[in-house]
């Protein structure tokens, strides 16, 4: 298999922006415990797989979403990969933090993009949807009409899934949870029997290890 998703799924592998440990989970700063653990940050260290990020969430953009007229990346994680992709899209951009700044203007949209303009929003990361969808919610309040939303990686809970069809918002994502563990089973990364584990966890990750 030589998708995109899977390519993408070894390099992430490969820099240790994405880790697995089926048998000493970590906690995500919800409480929650995973048996994964992804920081698509880590990709920005590396120039060749910075510009691979970059040029492949461009180019989903132009063949998704080709009446983008503006770029808003959601805050702290895809400043930089946004900022990148409207940069080669030549689009204005923008980004949306996670609350109002408590000084100056006071603002939760830093940049400037026109009310009505057409606003495909990136992302690094999409586990439960709740801060992207926040994200998407606060361009609109501003006028804005968000078309759309591109993502280097999704965990793909049925919990987001049904929060993005909710709020009418196309995903479309580089890589996503099937294809990473897939990547990892192919090299090595992890044994079969630890696959099951990973299965079950997305299953329910609120209640996994919890009864």
């Excluded at 606003?119 to 926040?134: A, P």
């Excluded at 968000?146 to 009418?168: C, L, N, Q, R």
Aim: aromatic share 8%; with cysteine.
């Amino acid at each position: 298999m030589n998708t995109l998703e899977s390519v993408f799924a070894g390099k992430l592998l490969n820099v240790k922006a994405i880790k697995l440990q089926p048998t000493n989970p970590f906690t995500w700063a919800s409480g929650w415990k995973s048996p994964i653990y992804c920081d698509n940050r880590k990709t920005l260290s590396y120039p060749d797989l910075r510009s691979f990020v970059k040029v492949e969430l461009t180019r989903l953009i132009m063949e998704q979403f080709p009446e983008a007229e503006g770029v808003a990346g959601v805050a702290t994680g895809a400043i930089a990969q946004g900022a990148l992709v409207a940069d080669a899209l030549a689009l204005p951009f923008a980004y949306v933090r996670s609350k109002p700044k408590d000084h100056g203007m006071e603002n939760l949209i830093e940049g400037e993009l026109r009310p009505g303009m057409k606003v495909i929003v990136v992302e690094d990361l999409i586990s439960t949807g709740g801060s992207s969808l926040k994200a998407v919610e606060a361009l609109r309040k501003a006028g804005c009409k968000v078309i759309g939303m591109v993502a280097s990686y999704t965990y793909g809970f049925p919990v987001a899934e049904e929060a993005f069809k909710a709020a009418d918002v196309k995903l479309v994502t580089l890589t996503n949870y099937e294809a990473v563990v897939a990547k990892a089973l192919q090299t090595g990364y992890i044994k079969e029997e630890e696959v099951a584990t990973l299965n079950e966890w997305r299953k329910n990750p609120a209640r996994w290890m919890t009864t």
